[in-house]
């Protein structure tokens, strides 16, 4: 590729990057960007963006949907914010950052999603306490989700269940056909639903649910439609303005390479009166008297922040969002889209594979799932795991005994068929 035109991707000559204190860390002349001038193929661009991670070079690492890795840039962030913190303690933190690292984090959620609409809280799972504690659940309501969700949801729900006598109604997604996880929904849908509650991209499979389509269905119904993106923004290209969401939450230490202990929870404006927050303290408020008994909470998704934050961490998220932003999502999309299907066919052709993600192909992610017929999916993975690691994570969930692998930034074409070549001499045992 030109060198000009490795430039406009990164978007070092077109200034469309919001050129915050964080995008500094990505300019023209940081080691990142000078090591990306140098390269001239699409190769070059992939090793180059590998070498800004800290792993060894023969750590094939497969598990982004679980954790994704940090650039060095990111750690570097992270320790030398904390480092200045430290140097002049005081409470607070800066406002101008929070607001930076939101403006940072909003592009991956599409062109329209405004500051206001954006919390930054500590993970996908306490978005989604957010959202089932603050919408009034009472018992009998119904809430709708799928069988194939991660434990950070299925375990909230069954406490509302619990709790609340909610009641929890769940569908087996289908796995032939996008369209039929519609009809499957719509089937379930009574007088009693409050709610459906299901994956952008699910952890087990990597199934693309059809968002659009089940928010205006759920909206012609007037039922609220919350979903979990852990999986999605810094995978894929999306814009959750056009998505009919009413709620969306993602973790910020997966493909969107922030640190642990980081998270996004999206709200739009006319949802702010409607989600209660149920957890408030300093900066949940524009102000308040105790001696008038008035509270008056943010006019924005900040109202569901509070208390002392631990800044550097999330100056480590919005430099992850940089990182993701200054390669592209779109160029990043295609390039673990390329890895995920090369990996799809060569799965195909081992005898003994069956392959769990689903069949349509726009409707497959970066994440793709199978299972050796008659083995353990832990001893698929413990084998992967041996010598040279290939690190996977096995899929427990739904008694499905999958394997995941995703592939994210980098990763690169010679690990894939390391791991197919693998896995073709585990099914022969
Ligand atoms: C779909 C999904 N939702 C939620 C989570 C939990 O995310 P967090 O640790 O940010 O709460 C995960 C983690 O793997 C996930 O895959």
């Known amino acids: 590729m030109k060198r000009t035109k490795f430039l406009q991707n990164l978007g070092l000559l077109s200034g469309s990057l919001a050129l915050g204190p964080i995008a500094k860390l990505y300019g023209v002349d940081s080691p990142f960007g000078l090591a990306l001038k140098q390269s001239d193929n699409d190769d070059d661009f992939w090793r180059i963006i590998r070498e800004q991670f800290v792993f060894p070079d023969d750590y094939i690492y497969m598990n982004t949907g679980g954790i994704g890795a940090l650039p060095s840039l990111v750690i570097n962030k992270v320790v030398t914010s904390m480092n200045e913190q430290e140097r002049f303690p005081r409470p607070g933190h800066s406002h101008d950052n929070w607001i930076d690292i939101k403006k940072t984090c909003a592009a991956l959620f599409g062109t329209e999603c405004k500051v206001e609409e954006l919390a930054l809280i500590s993970c996908a799972t306490e978005g989604i306490n957010i959202i089932l504690n603050g919408i009034g659940l009472k018992a009998g309501d119904e809430i709708i989700t799928s069988t194939h969700e991660h434990p950070a949801l ?14 929890i109604i769940t ?63 810094g995978s894929m290209e999306i814009n959750v303005n056009n998505l009919d969401v009413d ?64 800044e550097p961490l999330f100056l480590g ?99 894939v068929d390391k791991i197919l070549n693998k896995i073709a001499d585990f099914s022969k045992q």
């Open 171 to 233: 569908f087996d997604p289908d796995m032939h056909s996008a369209a039929g996880n519609i009809d499957r929904i719509s089937r379930l849908i009574t007088n009693k639903t409050r709610m459906i509650f299901i994956s952008h991209v699910t952890c087990t499979t990597g199934q693309v649910f059809p968002i659009k389509e089940i928010g205006e269905l759920a909206k012609s119904k007037g039922i609220i439609l919350a979903v979990d993106g852990a999986q999605a923004p």
């Open 154 to 167: 299925h375990i909230p729900l069954l406490n509302h269940h619990r709790l609340n006598k909610v009641n």
């Open 317 to 415: 998220l919005g430099a992850g969002a940089q990182f993701v932003q200054t390669i592209g999502l779109k160029k990043i999309q295609a390039h673990n889209r390329e890895l995920a299907e090369a990996f799809y066919e060569g799965l195909s052709g081992i005898k003994g594979v069956e392959i769990l993600s689903p069949e349509e192909k726009e409707y497959r992610s970066s994440i793709i799932s199978f299972r050796i017929k008659s083995q353990k999916a832990q001893d698929v993975a413990s084998f992967l795991g041996k010598g040279k690691a290939i690190r996977v994570r096995v899929v427990t969930e739904a008694g499905l005994n999958g394997v995941r692998a995703s592939f994210h930034v980098y990763n690169q074409r010679f690990e």
């Open 247 to 310: 709620y969306y939450v993602c973790s910020g230490h997966k493909w969107m390479l922030g640190p642990k202990r980081t998270g996004i929870l999206y709200v739009p404006s006319k949802n702010l009166d409607f989600l209660q927050p149920t957890t408030v303290g300093a900066y949940s408020d524009s102000g308040y008297d105790i001696s008038k008994m008035s509270l008056t909470l943010q006019d924005s998704a900040q109202r569901y922040e509070f208390g002392t934050q631990n």
